[in-house]
Every structure is written in structure tokens, then in C-alpha cells.
């Protein structure tokens, strides 16, 4: 679904942060994205949800080669994409319910027709008795859980998550682990960037490793 060749990415005139760079994201696949800090991985992430353009090669998004798409065709593109942000990213003056809620508003849907699956889904990531209150008040690991909600709530194709695990207990990492395999298993594709070497033990999934801006990759 998602194809790099030789991708490189720089910021500015700084040093090349990816160097030829190739994968491709398979439909209902699993992997992991890992690799020290500085890495790339963000980076990386970023170029997957087609926020950035690379600096060279070749990325391929659902069949649409990106580097020739106009500015009207990427956030359908995008729309297939959920993403969890390390910094969460969600509206503090919005409910977690109308956090959730947000991405179908803007897709003009009316409240009447999603409201069942709003609900749902935030039962099924453990906030049923948390939708009414502001994220302020949320633990980091309810607030962690309602990002991955907002970027589920769309069944996108595709998961990105940036360190979905790196706020929370050992006990919620591995409830959050379950909620992606599940995802999964639904036949969602998914990518978690993670630091976290006992969550990967966990998982016989696809490791990709940055290192020095290159990219190795070990299959289950
Ligand atoms: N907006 C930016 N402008 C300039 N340089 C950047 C920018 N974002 C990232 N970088 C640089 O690119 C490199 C890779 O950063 P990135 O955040 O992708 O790594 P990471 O592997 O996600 O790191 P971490 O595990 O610490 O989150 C770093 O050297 C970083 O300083």
C-alpha cells in the first residue's frame, strides 16, 4: 500500500537524516520501527503520513506516486491514514467524545450517524466512563488512548503510531500492544515507532531499523 525507493530526507542544508531508503508497507501487515534516538524514525513517520515530500526518491501511497500528486488529492490520501502523535495532539477546550468525534465532523458527517461508533470505540480503548471530561484532566495513558481513538475512528487502512507506549505503565503498554494486534487482526496495517525492546519481544512482527539514516529490516 505504501512504497519507498531510495528515499533520502534532509532538513535545510543539515545532513541527510535517511539515506536510501527502501520498504514498502504491505496490506494487514505488522512492524515495528525502531532505532536510537535521533534515528529518524519521526522522520520517517512523517514521510509515511505525506506531511513531507523527501528530498529524493521514490514514494508510492495507494497506487499514486506522491511526487506528482496536486495539493487537492493528498488528504484523501491521508484520510486512509490514522496516526497517533508522541505529543498526543489533542484539543484541550474539546471533550475526549468530540476529540474522538472530531475527524467525522470535518468529514461532515452528522452526529446522529456516528455517535453509536464514537461510543464504542471509545469503550473498546477503555474510556467509556472518561468521554465527558476535558483532556486536561485525562492520565497520560487515558489521553494516549484517546489519540489512538481519534486515529481509529475513521478505519483507516493504515496505523501510525509514534511511541504509543512511552507514557504509560508496563500494564497499559501491554493492553495498548493487544488493542493493535487486534486492529490488526480487523486487518488494519500497522506501524509503531517504539523504543521499547520488551514490547517488540512480545510480537513476532517486522522489525525496521534506522541507523545511521539507513534502514535494515528483519522479517518474523
Ligand atoms: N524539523 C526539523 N528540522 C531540522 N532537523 C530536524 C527536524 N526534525 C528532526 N530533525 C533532525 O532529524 C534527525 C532525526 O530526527 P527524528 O525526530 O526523526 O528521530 P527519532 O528517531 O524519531 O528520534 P527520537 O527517538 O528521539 O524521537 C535528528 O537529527 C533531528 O535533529
Known amino acids: 500500500m505504501i512504497r519507498f525507493e531510495n528515499v533520502g530526507l534532509r532538513y535545510g542544508m543539515g545532513p541527510e537524516v535517511l539515506r536510501d531508503v527502501s520498504f514498502s508497507i504491505e496490506p494487514q501487515s505488522f512492524q515495528f520501527l525502531t532505532g536510537p534516538s535521533g534515528a529518524g524514525k519521526t522522520s520517517?513517520?512523517?514521510?509515511?503520513?505525506?506531511?513531507?515530500?523527501?528530498?529524493?526518491?521514490?514514494?508510492?501511497?495507494?497506487?499514486?506516486?506522491?511526487?506528482?500528486?496536486?495539493?487537492?488529492?493528498?488528504?484523501?490520501?491521508?484520510?486512509?491514514?490514522g496516526i497517533v502523535f508522541q505529543d498526543f495532539r489533542l484539543l484541550d477546550h474539546m471533550t475526549t467524545y468530540e476529540n474522538v468525534a472530531l475527524p467525522l465532523r470535518v468529514l461532515g458527517q452528522q452526529e446522529s450517524d456516528y455517535r453509536s461508533d464514537v461510543v464504542e470505540l471509545l469503550k473498546w480503548v477503555g474510556l467509556g466512563e472518561r468521554m465527558h471530561v476535558l483532556p486536561p484532566v485525562l492520565s497520560g495513558g487515558e489521553k494516549q488512548r484517546a489519540a489512538i481513538a481519534r486515529?481509529?475512528?475513521?478505519?483507516?487502512?493504515?496505523?501510525?503510531?509514534?511511541?504509543?507506549?512511552?507514557?504509560?505503565?508496563?500494564?497499559?503498554?501491554?493492553?495498548?500492544?493487544?488493542?493493535?494486534?487486534?486492529?490488526?487482526?480487523?486487518?488494519?496495517?500497522?506501524?509503531?515507532?517504539?523504543?521499547?525492546?520488551?514490547?517488540?519481544?512480545?510480537?513476532d512482527a517486522r522489525r525496521m531499523i534506522l541507523s545511521g539514516g539507513r534502514l535494515a529490516i528483519h522479517d518474523d
Not at 511511541?163 to 504509560?168: D, I, R, S
Open 44 to 81: 520517517l513517520l512523517r514521510l509515511l503520513f505525506l506531511s513531507m515530500k523527501p528530498t529524493r526518491g521514490l514514494i508510492s501511497a495507494f497506487g499514486h506516486d506522491t511526487s506528482t500528486l496536486s495539493k487537492s488529492q493528498v488528504p484523501g490520501l491521508r484520510r486512509r491514514i
Open 151 to 203: 486515529a481509529l475512528i475513521t478505519r483507516p487502512e493504515l496505523l501510525l503510531a509514534d511511541e504509543p507506549t512511552g507514557n504509560v505503565d508496563p500494564s497499559l503498554a501491554q493492553r495498548l500492544l493487544r488493542l493493535f494486534i487486534e486492529l490488526n487482526r480487523l486487518g488494519t496495517s500497522v506501524v509503531i515507532a517504539t523504543h521499547d525492546l520488551g514490547l517488540m519481544e512480545q510480537v
